[in-house]
């Protein structure tokens, strides 16, 4: 069975670690995995103001050619040991279609596999960055008006980014489904979102898309809980959808992070095509 990791960061991202991409494969050959495929954070859409304070939420557009060329070199290095594949994680931002659109459709034919992603929502004319720091979420449930409000408006925006026409070369797997999830020790959110969890599995299994099963939840000490959780993992299954896990690590000694407590019958294999080498 091929042991797969289809959610990893790099040296490249502005808010990781300087862990070389030697030391990420290194560690998932330790833990025999067999095919990794690097996700960094995208450059945000041409026009958009990163609303987290450190302003570090993708690369920059002048590092792209730089990550790129590392990620051919190091798949060249362990050729004959794992398999690497060229990926970035592309953020969905309501009302920057166009843009990221016009992104994929320059860069797309350099991937081998990419994942779409929600962390930014819109409220009135502001993005606010939905799990940056717990403090930050506190203070979007008094710019939303609620915890409720907040999950309301991620289920909404993460459905708008499954049904999101963004050209031919858009992300096939969606990422960290539940993330709003992140605090969730902190900010417990009462109301029942299984209508709107249902309709985003449904739309995803109606375009043949992927879930990322992400393992950085189980790590976060406000959450403790894979994103997406069991239950809705096996209703995916239920329903026919492939579920990819992720480490989602950010630095080399996350690789495989939940892993071993997520079941392993729920990691299929990718349905995303793998060019040729």
């Given at each position: 069975m091929m042991k797969r990791d289809g959610h990893i960061h790099t040296p490249f991202c502005p808010h990781g670690t300087e862990d070389t991409l030697q030391s990420y494969i290194e560690e998932a050959l330790r833990q025999g995995f067999t095919r990794l495929t690097f996700t960094?954070?995208?450059?945000?859409?041409s026009g958009f103001t990163d609303s987290t304070p450190t302003k570090d939420s993708g690369m920059k557009l002048s590092d792209l050619h730089a990550y790129f060329s590392a990620l051919q070199q190091a798949r060249e290095e362990y050729r004959t040991d794992i398999d690497i594949q060229i990926g970035l994680e592309v953020d969905y931002i309501e009302g920057f279609e166009q843009e990221t659109a016009a992104f994929l459709n320059e860069y797309g034919p350099l991937l081998d596999d990419s994942?779409?992603?929600v962390h930014f929502l819109k409220y009135q004319s502001d993005w606010h960055?939905?799990?940056y720091s717990a403090d930050l979420f506190g203070e979007m449930i008094e710019i939303f008006g609620s915890t409720a409000a907040i999950y309301s408006k991620y289920f909404e925006t993460v459905q708008r980014?499954?049904?999101?026409?963004l050209g031919r070369f858009k992300p096939k797997r969606i990422g960290h489904l539940?993330?709003?999830h992140k605090f969730q020790r902190r900010f417990p959110c009462k109301e029942d979102f299984s209508e709107e969890i249902e309709a985003i599995l449904k739309t995803i299994k109606a375009n043949d898309y992927?879930?990322?099963?992400?393992?950085a939840g189980l790590m976060k000490p406000l959450c403790l809980e894979a994103y997406p959780s069991p239950k809705i993992a096996q209703r995916a299954k239920e329903l026919g959808i492939?579920?990819?896990y992720g480490s989602d690590a950010h630095q080399a000694k996350d690789i495989g992070q939940g892993y071993e407590s997520m079941l392993p019958a729920f990691f299929h294999e990718?349905?995303?095509?793998?060019k040729e080498k």
């Open positions: 960094e954070h995208a450059p945000l859409p994942i779409l992603s960055c939905l799990d980014s499954v049904q999101a026409d539940t993330l709003v992927e879930i990322d099963l992400n393992g492939a579920l990819v990718s349905k995303s095509p793998v």
